[in-house]
């Protein structure tokens, strides 16, 4: 057999091996944001079950700062190898695309799609004293005083001003929106009665739904959730294809070998589909999803051209 030919069916071999032995080290996890929020709780629990599924351990690498960008820039220069990923959101891979002028990456050239985990809805709720039982109720009110009404967010492109400039959009109303520097601060707010209403996570504001301090007229996700069935969505309260979620996944670098894709892909399913893992993104207000890559990779597009047309019609800027 002549050398190279030899040579080539050997490096074929090495490489076939090495693929069949992924892992043989600990895996780094990239979280683009500081420890103890939503997108940590979710990254940890995956890294702890990828880690016991494939044999060795993923360690999380906290990297916050710039809107996610700093871990965008840091997993886009690792190795291709499989031995660096990303816990993707949608605000670095749909919005800031669109937000920032000067961007470190661009997500579909830097990024391999691997898997979308999970999904989170927002709820639209109003302080009780408002009379609005219902979204059309209250975009019938808000048309009816343009300029006067207001909703809050947890700061400048947060998922919750986010979801309010979507809704201004498609409802047609004028509101205007109060930053505040946090979610709770802009929740409390609404419990005052200092603002008529805001977006916020599904979790934090079931129990003052419940207890009657705040009215829940929709949640944001395309189907009910199951931790509020009872509410609709703002989809079918008269606003059809409105859908703003928080969602996160896993991506690789670009160059990441197929078959690691894939054999990462495979493990990942498998989580979501544990019924314990069920149970404990439901007590967060979370649905699981277990994409494949390819729709993960459409998932990415669609909320990209959506939120790039939300920043240009609103002019929304980054703080």
């Given at each position: ?27 780094r ?20 079950k ?36 990303m ?25 391999a ?46 998922g ?97 070998p ?22 404990r ?36 800027k980054?703080?």
């Amino acid at each position: 057999m002549h050398k190279s030919v030899a040579a080539l069916i050997t490096a074929a071999l090495l490489s076939s091996a090495a693929h069949a032995a992924y892992p043989e080290r600990p895996i780094r996890l990239m979280l683009p944001f500081p420890p103890g929020g939503p997108s940590d709780i979710v990254g940890r629990l995956f890294a702890q079950k990828l880690g016991e599924s494939l044999g060795q351990q993923v360690v999380i690498d906290n990297r916050g700062g710039a809107a996610g960008n700093i871990a965008c820039e840091i997993t886009k220069g690792a190795v291709p190898d499989g031995y660096t990923l990303m816990q993707a959101t949608v605000g670095t891979m749909s919005i800031n695309p669109s937000l920032y002028l000067k961007l470190p990456y661009e997500p579909l050239r830097d990024f391999a799609p691997i898997s979308l985990l999970t999904e989170t809805p927002y709820l639209l709720v109003v302080n009780p004293n408002l009379p609005a039982k219902t979204v059309k109720e209250l975009v019938a009110l808000a048309k009816s005083q343009p300029g006067k009404m207001n909703f809050a967010s947890g700061g400048v492109g947060t998922g919750n001003h986010f979801s309010g400039e979507l809704f201004r959009m498609m409802a047609g109303i004028n509101v205007v929106h109060i930053p505040y520097k946090g979610s709770g601060v802009g929740m409390n707010d609404v419990l005052a009665g200092q603002v008529q209403m805001m977006f916020i996570n599904l979790l934090p504001a079931t129990p003052f739904v419940a207890n009657g301090r705040l009215r829940g007229l929709g949640v944001t996700s395309a189907k009910r959730s199951a931790a509020a069935p009872d509410i609709p969505t703002i989809a079918e309260s008269g606003f059809p294809g409105y859908q703003s979620t928080s969602w996160h996944g896993f991506v690789a670098p670009i160059k990441v070998p197929a078959p690691i894709i894939k054999q990462l892909h495979g493990e990942l399913v498998k989580i979501v589909n544990n019924p314990e893992t069920k149970k404990r993104m439901a007590g967060q207000g979370t649905d699981v999803i277990g994409s494949t890559p390819e729709e993960f990779r459409k998932v990415i597009q669609t909320e990209s051209a959506k939120w790039a047309n939300v920043i240009k019609t609103t002019g929304i800027k980054p703080e």
